[in-house]
Nanobody
Framework: QVQLVESGGGLVQAGGSLRLSCAAS????????MGWLRQAPGKEREFVAA????????GYADSVKGRFAISRDNAKKLVYLQMNSLEPEDTAVYYC????????????????WGQGTQVTVSS
Protein backbone atom coordinates (compact mmCIF):
# COMPACT_ATOMS: atom_id res chain seq x y z
CA GLN A 1 0.00 0.00 0.00
CA VAL A 2 1.13 3.55 -0.65
CA GLN A 3 0.00 6.92 0.66
CA LEU A 4 0.40 10.04 -1.46
CA VAL A 5 0.63 13.70 -0.47
CA GLU A 6 0.75 16.46 -3.08
CA SER A 7 2.21 19.92 -2.63
CA GLY A 8 3.27 22.89 -4.71
CA GLY A 9 -0.04 24.19 -5.96
CA GLY A 10 -0.97 27.83 -5.84
CA LEU A 11 -1.96 30.92 -7.78
CA VAL A 12 0.09 31.91 -10.81
CA GLN A 13 -0.34 34.25 -13.75
CA ALA A 14 -0.79 32.93 -17.26
CA GLY A 15 2.57 32.11 -18.77
CA GLY A 16 4.05 31.27 -15.40
CA SER A 17 5.35 28.01 -13.98
CA LEU A 18 4.73 25.74 -11.02
CA ARG A 19 6.24 22.49 -9.89
CA LEU A 20 4.01 20.01 -8.11
CA SER A 21 5.48 17.35 -5.87
CA CYS A 22 3.99 14.09 -4.68
CA ALA A 23 5.52 12.40 -1.65
CA ALA A 24 4.84 8.70 -1.27
CA SER A 25 5.07 6.42 1.70
CA UNK A 26 5.46 2.68 1.50
CA UNK A 27 8.31 0.30 0.93
CA UNK A 28 7.65 -0.59 -2.69
CA UNK A 29 7.18 2.81 -4.30
CA UNK A 30 9.35 1.88 -7.26
CA UNK A 31 6.89 -0.88 -8.18
CA UNK A 32 4.12 1.56 -8.98
CA UNK A 33 3.29 3.31 -12.21
CA MET A 34 2.52 6.92 -11.33
CA GLY A 35 0.35 9.58 -12.83
CA TRP A 36 -1.03 13.06 -12.46
CA LEU A 37 -4.67 13.78 -13.15
CA ARG A 38 -6.73 16.93 -12.70
CA GLN A 39 -10.30 18.00 -12.20
CA ALA A 40 -11.61 21.44 -13.03
CA PRO A 41 -14.87 22.78 -11.54
CA GLY A 42 -17.87 21.24 -13.26
CA LYS A 43 -15.73 18.89 -15.33
CA GLU A 44 -14.74 15.26 -15.11
CA ARG A 45 -11.34 14.26 -13.88
CA GLU A 46 -8.87 13.91 -16.74
CA PHE A 47 -5.48 12.36 -17.32
CA VAL A 48 -2.53 14.77 -17.42
CA ALA A 49 0.70 12.77 -17.36
CA ALA A 50 2.08 9.35 -16.50
CA UNK A 51 5.45 7.82 -15.82
CA UNK A 52 6.63 4.22 -15.70
CA UNK A 53 8.05 2.65 -12.56
CA UNK A 54 11.61 3.10 -13.86
CA UNK A 55 11.01 6.62 -15.13
CA UNK A 56 12.08 5.66 -18.63
CA UNK A 57 8.63 6.05 -20.16
CA UNK A 58 6.40 9.11 -19.94
CA GLY A 59 3.16 10.17 -21.54
CA TYR A 60 1.04 13.31 -21.66
CA ALA A 61 -2.39 14.54 -22.55
CA ASP A 62 -2.37 16.48 -25.80
CA SER A 63 -3.45 19.62 -23.94
CA VAL A 64 -0.23 19.72 -21.88
CA LYS A 65 2.27 18.13 -24.23
CA GLY A 66 5.35 20.32 -24.61
CA ARG A 67 4.47 22.38 -21.53
CA PHE A 68 4.40 19.86 -18.68
CA ALA A 69 7.04 17.31 -17.64
CA ILE A 70 6.63 14.41 -15.24
CA SER A 71 9.57 12.87 -13.41
CA ARG A 72 10.22 10.67 -10.41
CA ASP A 73 12.94 9.98 -7.86
CA ASN A 74 12.44 6.47 -6.54
CA ALA A 75 15.15 6.83 -3.90
CA LYS A 76 13.32 9.81 -2.40
CA LYS A 77 9.84 8.43 -3.17
CA LEU A 78 8.88 11.58 -5.03
CA VAL A 79 7.02 12.33 -8.24
CA TYR A 80 7.10 15.76 -9.84
CA LEU A 81 5.03 17.63 -12.37
CA GLN A 82 6.82 20.63 -13.83
CA MET A 83 4.24 22.92 -15.41
CA ASN A 84 5.40 25.70 -17.72
CA SER A 85 3.55 28.20 -19.89
CA LEU A 86 0.48 27.79 -17.73
CA GLU A 87 -2.89 28.79 -19.15
CA PRO A 88 -6.16 29.66 -17.39
CA GLU A 89 -7.51 26.37 -18.77
CA ASP A 90 -5.01 24.54 -16.57
CA THR A 91 -6.87 25.68 -13.46
CA ALA A 92 -7.90 22.57 -11.55
CA VAL A 93 -7.25 20.37 -8.56
CA TYR A 94 -4.28 18.19 -9.43
CA TYR A 95 -4.07 14.66 -8.08
CA CYS A 96 -1.13 12.31 -7.82
CA UNK A 97 -2.03 8.65 -8.28
CA UNK A 98 -0.37 5.25 -8.15
CA UNK A 99 -1.18 2.07 -10.04
CA UNK A 100 -0.02 -1.29 -8.76
CA UNK A 101 0.75 -4.21 -11.01
CA UNK A 102 1.57 -2.01 -14.02
CA UNK A 103 4.85 -0.73 -15.37
CA UNK A 104 3.12 2.18 -17.04
CA UNK A 105 -0.50 3.30 -16.97
CA UNK A 106 -2.46 6.13 -18.59
CA UNK A 107 -6.01 5.25 -17.66
CA UNK A 108 -8.19 6.63 -14.92
CA UNK A 109 -8.46 3.62 -12.64
CA UNK A 110 -5.53 4.19 -10.34
CA UNK A 111 -5.38 2.30 -7.06
CA UNK A 112 -4.16 5.07 -4.76
CA TRP A 113 -4.82 8.80 -4.78
CA GLY A 114 -3.55 11.85 -3.00
CA GLN A 115 -5.82 14.51 -1.57
CA GLY A 116 -5.13 16.93 -4.41
CA THR A 117 -3.55 20.35 -4.68
CA GLN A 118 -5.23 23.41 -6.18
CA VAL A 119 -3.65 25.15 -9.16
CA THR A 120 -5.18 28.45 -10.23
CA VAL A 121 -3.96 30.30 -13.30
CA SER A 122 -5.10 33.89 -13.69
CA SER A 123 -5.39 35.60 -17.05
Amino acid sequence: QVQLVESGGGLVQAGGSLRLSCAASGRTFSNYAMGWLRQAPGKEREFVAAISWSGSLTGYADSVKGRFAISRDNAKKLVYLQMNSLEPEDTAVYYCAAKSGSDYYTGGEYDYWGQGTQVTVSS
